[in-house]
């Protein structure tokens, strides 16, 4: 099913811009509101800075509509004399086709597109992405649109335009509340509804609140930051409860910056990533904490602001760095592995038509023993095999065996699951690669013995294999620092597949243990 974020969002044809935007009606209820032409209010900036922290873009806008401009009753990351005047007219304008549509409008690319490509928003205001959402008056009609804006291309998520959709009803349940102040049984009920739509906007966003009074070093939070932080609602001191579960290495820069934010001198700010450690899980995660401070007579009295937990996307980041520095070690590991297998090919071969057909079935089968560890590297998920140890073994040092009894395989048949086929396929190749490298694979007189048995331990059976090379350079000992190849060994051992290895540097040949349990297997 396509994405319907991949075309418009209005009802096609839309109507001319002119019929809806000077419709008498439209106009009337605009005029109604009294928010035309009026100086900046921060229920309506707040939301504006809501929307662009959370979709992580450049601009935000309130923006109202008549019949001849636009008026930004809140706007952030304007140009500075746009800015100043808090207008544009509608040559200038997206939000008018929100308004004309009365119906979201969500373009990637505004040079490609054919509704506002020849408007002038684009060379004089850099609008390349826009996601607009209609901005209503209590009677219904179409006041404006509440907008994020991308100075690039970019391709809207449904998830975004429903976060959008969230705090829009936000700005709309404010106007509802300003049109019914005369009757005050009305204001709580509207109140009550503009509270609990932002607490499901923050809720879409997985954002809690906090209200921290620094003089008596008390806070309030809202149950999605007792949620995110791991408290129960009945701690008696929260900000001791913060303090104590802050990890040790980022508790000096938290607390340097919440003082920053405190302090009448700076701008308020708070803004900051840190780990802590859940009490109620013992598990580190991470979270982006911003703030905003209030001052009274040189005095912070106030600290108020929002927590999100960010740890997938610390993952992501950190998953993307092992694999960019995976693809640096690949490539400089296969330009050594072929050299090597040069160099042994031309001594052991008499001419160069053998030396090609040699050395062309050492590369191809370097090809497939590199397939089986592709999965592993990229972490997709495989989803058939028919692998066992015996031929994962095999096909991964098939590129290494220059004689008969250069390389012994002994263990009995064990099947293996996709997921066990690509881990241990990437651990053994990692170790092939540092044996051709520098042990027993680099020289002709070196050999390599892999055998594996089942074993029963107090937590089950386990798999122990066993890596043991003789013949190669002599080894001096464990090296003083560990690579990023060991190191990605030890990570998929330990983490992927449960297990444990032990390393022993003698000096006739390294010898790896690895135990792995049979339920990885399976």
Known sequence: MS???????????????????????????LDATGLMDTPPEEAFDRAVRLATRMLGTPVGLVSLVDGERQFFKAQTGLPDATAEARETPLSHSFCQHVVAADAPLVIRDAREDPLVQENLAI?????????????????????????????????????????????????????????????????EAVASAAEERLRLALRAGQIGTYDFDPQTQKARWDDELYSIWGLQKDEEDVFAAVQQSIHPDDKLVWETDVEAS??????????????????????????????????????????????????????????????TQELNHRVKNLFAIVSG??????????????????????????ASAHALIQPAISGKQVT???????????????????????????????PLNPDAASNLALVLHEMATNAAKYGALSEESGKLVLTWDTIAGDDGTAVHLRWSETGGPNVPGAPSTKGFGST???????????????????PEGVRHDLYLPTASFQ
Not at 294 to 315: E, N
Not at 341 to 366: C, D, N, Y
Request: include cysteine; aromatic fraction near 4%; glycine fraction near 6%.
């Open 123 to 187: 060379p004089d205001l850099g609008v390349i992405a826009y996601l607009g959402i209609p901005i209503h008056a209590p009677d219904g009609h179409v006041l404006g649109s509440f907008c994020a804006i991308q100075s690039e291309p970019r391709d809207w998520t449904t998830d975004e335009r429903e976060i959008l959709e969230d705090i829009a009803s936000v700005v709309e349940t404010e106007i509802l509340l300003r049109s019914a102040l005369a009757d005050s049984a009305q204001i």
């Open 3 to 29: 994405d319907p974020l991949a075309a418009k969002i209005y009802p096609f044809p839309a109507p001319q811009p002119h019929e809806r935007l000077n419709n008498s009606a439209r106009l009337t209820a």
């Open 488 to 506: 990605l060994i030890e990570m998929t051992v330990n983490s992927q597949m449960n297990g444990s290895m032990q390393t022993d540097w003698h």
């Open 341 to 366: 297998m040069i160099s042994m090919t031309a001594r052991r071969s008499s001419s160069p038509k053998q030396m090609g057909a040699a050395l062309r079935g050492r590369v191809e089968a370097l």
């Open 384 to 414: 058939t095999t028919d692998v066992t140890l015996q031929t994962l073994a095999s096909s991964i040092l098939e590129p290494h065996i220059r004689t008969a009894d250069a390389i012994t395989l002994t263990g009995p048949p064990v």
């Open 262 to 323: 405190l302090n009448p001198g700076g701008t308020g700010q708070h803004d900051l990533e840190m780990r802590f450690t859940r009490p109620d899980t013992g598990e580190t995660r991470w979270l982006h904490t911003m703030g905003q401070a209030s001052f009274v007579d040189g005095q912070a009295v106030r600290l108020v602001g929002t927590v999100r937990d960010i740890t997938d996307h610390k993952a992501a980041e950190l998953r993307e760095q092992l694999l």
